[in-house]
């Protein structure tokens, strides 16, 4: 097969890269906060960076409690990235899994009320695959428990509800910059808020921050160009065949690096924005082309979007009836050179030793471990053809 399309990503052209590093070898590594080329597009007033989304979501946690330091639970989505349960622990805090709604991709809104009251420091929202969970809800619910909303769109960059961006819709949030998220960086995360409070503590904390090394700058330099070259379908087969490089691995770790956003990407960024509303509407365009084809199908259903949101679609979510059938499907279309995924492979719950991390016993969710069995992803990308889009309904029509 020496066509494949990537699941994730967005294009990356080497003129870019090259700008950016000369932005930033002139200016000595001293190119500032990120606020100066992020608060104005994202609408906000503060924005830090760090070196991934899971550094950046340590670091806001760090931040709230030092702000609640008596409290030390965190309600997160049973499904979601692994990197969040392992932001949580790293964090020293505890993890209370709430049920999510398969149907939107949501909270199971009706368990919201049952968080508990006293230790409770902060809701962390998913926006799984640019979906924009219903933030208004949360908020209730946190307020009512003097806890704080983070609004983690680490897949929804340019995602909105009631005109607003996914990421500002709580008293902080963040944005990763990771490969197959909605901007090419490769690597960063993005701390944004409109809270004084919150930014003074979270610009304290980031003192702590390792600072990247000249070494490290020559490899992220090094991974921009290959990814760059890569990703297009036509080579995208090779790292696709590469075991050691991990593509698609979910992993538990809480022992990851943090560190300063280095200033290749903090030039990078402001390039990737000013073209970011335009590969979201490809994305969406390709999506709402599968999901008018599958309407009705009895073997797959996909997640509804709230009417009032625009999502980003990083990925298309797809639920299989059976688990036996998603396995059949995901098959077929990898074969057909789709890059289709199984995506995260457990409800959080089901993280192997994440027992002594959970903040009550009974901490099993039962839509949550279903849904990891059975939803699986379209890549909607800018670089899936419209003969792509015909491939993957034929098969997961016939199937």
């Known amino acids: 097969m020496l066509r494949f399309v990537p699941p994730a990503g967005a294009p990356l052209k080497i003129t870019k890269i090259l700008r950016a590093l000369k932005t930033a070898l002139s200016s000595n590594g001293r190119m500032g906060e990120c606020h100066t080329f992020c608060t104005a597009p994202l609408h906000v007033q503060h924005a830090f960076g760090a070196s991934s989304g899971r550094a950046a979501l340590w670091l806001i ?6 702000l609640r330091p008596e409290r030390d639970v965190v309600a997160v989505p049973a499904y979601t990235c692994f990197s969040v349960p392992a932001s949580v622990v790293r964090a020293g805090l ?23 009251d006293k230790k409770l420091l902060c809701i962390i929202t998913s926006n799984l695959f640019g979906f924009v969970n219903d933030l208004p809800r949360v908020r209730q619910a946190a307020q009512a428990k003097g ?3 983070l609004d983690d769109a680490a897949q929804a960059l340019g995602a909105m509800r009631n005109g607003q961006f996914a990421g500002t819709l709580g ?9 197959g998220k909605a901007v090419a960086a ?13 930014a003074r503590v979270v610009q304290e904390e980031a003192k702590n921050l390792n600072a990247p090394s000249l070494t490290h700058g020559a490899w992220l330099l090094l991974e921009m160009l290959v990814y760059s070259v890569l990703l297009r379908p036509r080579l995208y087969w090779i790292p696709n065949s590469l075991p050691f490089l991990k593509l698609g691995v979910t992993e538990f770790n809480p022992a990851f690096p943090t ?5 290749l990407y903090r030039a990078l960024l402001p390039q990737l924005l000013d073209e970011l509303q335009d590969i979201n509407q ?3 365009a390709n999506a709402t082309a599968i999901a008018e084809a599958l309407k009705g199908n009895a073997n797959f259903g996909l997640p509804r979007p709230a009417a009032n949101t625009s999502p980003t679609f990083v990925r298309l979510p797809v639920v299989a009836r059976y688990e036996l059938t998603r396995e059949r499907a995901v ?3 990898r074969s057909a050179g789709i890059g289709a995924s199984a995506f995260y492979p457990s409800a959080i719950c089901d993280i192997a030793g994440i027992e002594p991390h959970m903040s009550a016993r009974d901490f099993h969710c039962e839509q949550a471990e279903l849904l990891s069995q059975r939803l699986f992803t379209l890549p909607v990308n800018p670089f899936v053809r419209p003969q792509d889009l015909k491939r993957m309904v034929d098969i997961l029509t016939n199937l």
């Open 94 to 116: 505890k993890i209370h899994p709430v049920e999510i709604d398969p149907h939107t991709l949501d909270f199971d809104l009706s368990q919201l009320d049952a968080l508990p």
């Open 186 to 198: 490769m690597q960063g995360g993005l701390i944004v808020t409109n809270s004084e409070e919150i």
């Open 331 to 333: 098959g077929r279309l």
């Open 259 to 263: 560190e300063e956003l280095h200033c």
């Open 147 to 149: 806890a704080f909303v």
């Open 282 to 284: 490809i994305r969406r």
């Open 61 to 66: 946690l760090k931040s709230l409690q030092c």
């Open 171 to 179: 008293d902080v949030g963040l944005y990763s910059l990771g490969r």
